[in-house]
């Protein structure tokens, strides 16, 4: 089945045809961060990164030759597509050792694909545990269409390719999840950090797009690789304290707690408590003014519209009464049941 899928996307990558009035901007340079700067150190750039997030790092797009078109800039993109992993918080008390699942998820597609192919890495201090059918990645719901299948090229990189014969609009569903162990001695506000980086290997680049290859589908797909991707991490959630004795000195170094989606506060739940803070935020904003952290926001914002309001703060009230009636899934459960 691989060598299948890895020649479909071979043939595809030859096939690319000449462009007709793609658009003649060129791409703008993202920021340098002090996250990005770990891509520019290291030929896995999730890998033992101090216990940090690491951003999808979006100067790495190259379009490719066989466009035949000038620059296309991901600015005139007007659709909403974002892909994104989760974030998730455990406690201390239950991480080491434990099996966490991820999503990666798509939301706000404009436009139909039928070839995908990512390079997903993550920090080596985890462990991917393959499914039931011997596989490190799993299809999710949104690939119903489509023929998959999934490699790792090595410890801490695998590779996904997804490959449909009909161009299909993907709703917003989830793209595919990997299950992780956190490592034996896992502590208290450790970060594993993974995500995707744009990668041209032996057999083709990664792609997200039709077989039309038409203006928009490469539109978006430059947004995608440029813009549209936000990466994720697992932590164990409290202070991470590090402490350094000489014969005078105590040196405590401590850094923040991370949440999971729709744990907004960060106490391993989602509830009225959360709903609240979240229509704190929604009111202070009408002030111009901002009530929760970068992370709480990734937190709050449920339905990933890029606003935090009133709809999140129900979504959290409604998996409350779920729970009330004897559900039993987590939110993250929960809510990509909801939108399957």
Not at 98 to 120: D, L, N
Not at 198 to 226: C, E, H, N, P
Request: proline share 4%; hydrophobic share 35%.
């Amino acid at each position: 089945m691989m060598k299948r899928i890895i020649s479909v996307i071979t043939g595809v990558a030859l096939a690319l045809s000449v462009c007709i009035g793609c658009p003649v901007n060129t791409v703008e340079a993202g920021p340098v961060t002090s996250a990005n700067a770990a891509y520019e150190t290291s030929e896995n750039p999730f890998n033992f990164q101090d216990d940090q997030a690491v951003e999808y790092d979006r100067r790495r797009w190259i379009q490719p030759a066989e466009w035949n078109c000038p620059k296309i800039d991901p600015n005139d993109y007007t659709g909403g597509i974002m892909l994104y992993f989760d974030k998730i918080g455990i406690a201390p008390e239950n991480a080491p050792g434990a099996v966490q699942r991820v999503y990666f998820s798509i939301t706000g597609a404009t436009e139909p694909v039928s070839q995908i192919k990512f390079h997903f890495y993550y920090d080596t201090r985890l462990t991917v545990v393959q499914n039931n059918n011997k596989a490190y990645i799993t299809a999710g719901s949104g690939l119903s269409g489509f023929t998959t299948g999934s490699a790792m090229v090595e410890e801490g990189q695998l590779v996904f390719y997804a490959y449909s014969p009909e161009d299909i609009l993907l709703g917003n569903s989830c793209i595919f999840t990997v299950d992780f162990k956190y490592p034996d001695d896992a502590e208290q506000g450790e970060i594993y950090p993974f995500g995707l980086v744009y990668t041209v290997d032996d057999v083709a680049a990664d792609t997200f797009i039709g077989s039309q290859q038409d203006d928009s589908g490469r539109l978006q797909m430059t947004y995608v690789f440029t813009k549209g991707i936000y990466n994720g991490y697992l932590r164990v959630l409290g202070e991470k304290t590090t402490t350094t004795t000489t014969t005078t000195t105590t040196t405590t170094t401590t850094t923040t707690a991370a949440y999971q989606l729709g744990d907004v506060n960060g106490d391993g739940m989602a509830d009225s408590v959360d709903s609240s803070m979240i229509l704190v935020h929604n009111a202070m904003a009408a002030d111009n003014k901002k009530y929760l952290t970068d992370d709480q926001i990734w937190c709050a914002d449920i339905n990933d519209d890029l606003i935090v309001d009133s709809v999140d703060a129900s979504l959290i009230l409604a998996y409350n009464a779920y729970l009330a009636d004897g559900g039993e899934q987590s939110f993250i459960e929960w809510y990509e049941m909801r939108i399957d």
